[in-house]
């Protein structure tokens, strides 16, 4: 099993980035559900937004929301969050993470709750 997140870098302030997190071993070990976290420097990580692989709105945190957006591509088990406007705030370290079932949505933002996790991609947001 296999989480490779990539697409961080440096960008301005306003810019925009995509990331995507690609998948391996799915189907095999039954990862329905996606999330991705952030962890600036001295900081706990933070929940961004989750979705699932079957269908449903994707959910963001009401910190990105209007700016992020996540999807997916069934086909090349690939999730992509999309970040416009950034602003210093968001620069951190990008996880993304997967799990079996799907969680409720108070439970979405706990890191413990996800089997899998991938290395992490860093975006930085500077002028």
């Known amino acids: 099993v296999q989480l490779q997140a990539s697409g961080g870098g440096l960008v301005q302030p306003g810019g925009s980035l995509r990331l995507s997190c690609l998948v391996s071993?799915?189907?095999?070990?039954?990862?329905?559900?996606m999330a991705w976290f952030r962890q600036a420097s001295g900081k706990e990580r933070e929940f961004v937004g989750s979705?699932?692989?079957?269908?449903?709105?994707?959910y963001l945190a009401n910190s990105v929301k209007g700016r992020f957006t996540i999807s997916r591509d069934n086909t090349k088990d690939t999730v992509y969050l999309q970040m416009n406007d950034l602003k210093p705030e968001d620069t951190a370290v990008y996880f993304c993470?997967?799990?079996?079932?799907?969680?409720?949505?108070?439970?979405?933002?706990?890191?413990?709750?996800?089997?899998?996790w991938g290395q992490g991609t860093q975006v930085t947001v500077s002028s």
């Open positions: 993470a997967a799990r079996s079932n799907r969680l409720v949505l108070s439970e979405q933002p706990n890191p413990r709750a996800y089997e899998w």
């Open positions: 979705i699932t692989w079957g269908g449903g709105s994707p």
């Open positions: 071993g799915r189907r095999q070990f039954n990862m329905n559900f």
